[in-house]
């Protein structure tokens, strides 16, 4: 009964490869994001999605595409992997409201070799 | 823009007494929230506490409570008694609703025995 699930949560791959990691929320949430986390632990908001709206932050390469199934479900793709993809991704979700907190998968660790 | 400093790359707490971990956040809206992550070795982020920009009452849960002084822009994280298994990442962070949750830099504490 998992809140947030994201698969796998290990992967390593060679650049070039394309890769895609899946989260799934069974809380009912309207919103669904995801998140890189680097080394140093900063933790940078890549996109964010309800059923009305797409918002990327401009920074995010667009190697990386989010893919929206249904409304518990956004998928993360990666084209053509870099080095500099080696990160820890979070999928998150949350009501849309500024006092809902955002409830967190356990993580994707992508390691590019 | 949103902005979240926290000042503390790490701190150290003898186990059983009490710590502090500071956040100061920047915004010009009036209706906000304001929550703290921890992300232990793990790797999870949970989700510890919430406290919204018209609450009148400092949050708590349990040992957690936040010191939320509203005209100087600073929720700090007291945690009351220390215990071994509080050694973790600390995360403050702001909502702002349609903006996204935005993250501090991270406090990591460390519970001596």
């Known amino acids: 009964d998992t809140a947030v699930s994201q698969t796998p949560k290990y992967l390593v791959t060679q650049m070039g490869n394309d890769k895609s990691i899946k989260c799934e929320q069974n809380l009912g949430h309207d919103t669904m994001y995801w998140y890189k986390q680097d080394s140093k632990k900063f933790l940078k908001i890549m996109f964010s999605?309800?059923?009305?709206?797409?918002?990327i932050n401009e920074t995010v390469p667009n190697r990386f595409s989010p893919k929206s199934p249904d409304k518990a479900h956004l998928n993360l793709h990666i084209n053509s992997l870099e080095l500099g993809d080696s990160a820890v991704y979070f999928c998150a979700s949350s009501q849309e409201s500024e006092r809902a907190p955002q409830y967190f998968g356990p993580g994707t660790r992508l390691t590019v070799l | 823009a949103q902005k979240i400093t926290q000042t503390q790359p790490g701190m150290f707490v003898q186990e059983k007494e009490a710590v502090t971990l500071d956040c100061t956040y920047d915004?010009?809206?009036?209706?906000?929230?304001l929550f703290w992550y921890k992300q232990p070795s793990s790797g999870e982020m949970i989700f510890l506490i919430y406290?919204?920009?018209?609450?009148?009452q400092n949050a708590t849960e349990g040992r957690y409570s936040l010191n939320f002084q509203k005209a100087r822009k600073s929720a700090n994280l007291v945690i009351s008694a220390s215990q071994l298994g509080d050694s973790a990442m600390y995360f403050c962070?702001?909502?702002?609703?349609?903006?996204?949750?935005?993250f501090g830099a991270g406090t990591r504490l460390t519970v001596k025995p």
């Open positions: 406290q919204g920009s018209y609450d009148e």
């Open positions: 999605y309800n059923n009305k709206e797409l918002i």
């Open positions: 962070a702001m909502r702002e609703v349609p903006n996204d949750m935005r």
């Open positions: 915004t010009s809206d009036q209706s906000y929230g």
